[in-house]
């Protein structure tokens, strides 16, 4: 097994300029789906210029529509609702009744080094009849172009 010493600096050698999540979105009535993040590039690294793409897809891998926007605030709480919206994604309006299942891919882009190429984002479902909160973080994404790609 390597040491954690040697896995720290091996990241120092990592180089990304892109970063890279998948979320599961279920919308309904009741429930809306955000994603939020902190401005950790910045804080973390003093990179001040990063672009947030959000892309909506249905279940069936049609892309509804790309979100972009520069990141410069500390803290982002996107609502899926509000983005379908603005969308005018049809299906949502119809369907307010029953679950939708779509999925999001959150990309972060950069000139400068991000070193991780997963980045620190979560997915939040609020239902705002029962109250509940669930979260969770990306299990997968999409793998950057000095990455390997294996066949498993």
Not at 104 to 117: G, K, Q, Y
Not at 127 to 148: Q, W, Y
Request: charge should be neutral; aromatic fraction near 14%; charged fraction near 20%.
């Amino acid at each position: 097994m390597e040491s954690i010493k040697n896995a720290f600096d091996k990241r120092t050698e990592w180089y990304n300029n892109r970063s890279s999540a998948f979320f599961p979105i279920f919308l309904s009535n009741s429930c809306d789906t955000f994603i939020v993040f902190q401005n950790y590039w910045k804080w973390k690294s003093s990179i001040t210029d990063c672009l947030l793409n959000i892309r909506i897809y249905q279940q069936n891998g049609k892309l509804i529509g790309v979100f972009p926007e520069r990141i410069t605030n500390d803290h982002y709480q996107i609502s899926i609702k509000t983005l379908l919206k603005s969308f005018k994604f049809e299906e949502y309006a119809e369907n307010k009744d029953k679950v939708l299942n779509l999925s999001a891919e959150v990309e972060i882009l950069s000139l400068d080094n991000l070193a991780f190429p997963f980045p620190g984002i979560m997915l939040f479902v609020h239902d705002n009849i029962s109250g509940e909160i669930s979260c969770v973080h990306s299990g997968g994404r999409a793998l950057n172009s000095n990455e390997l790609k294996r066949n498993v």
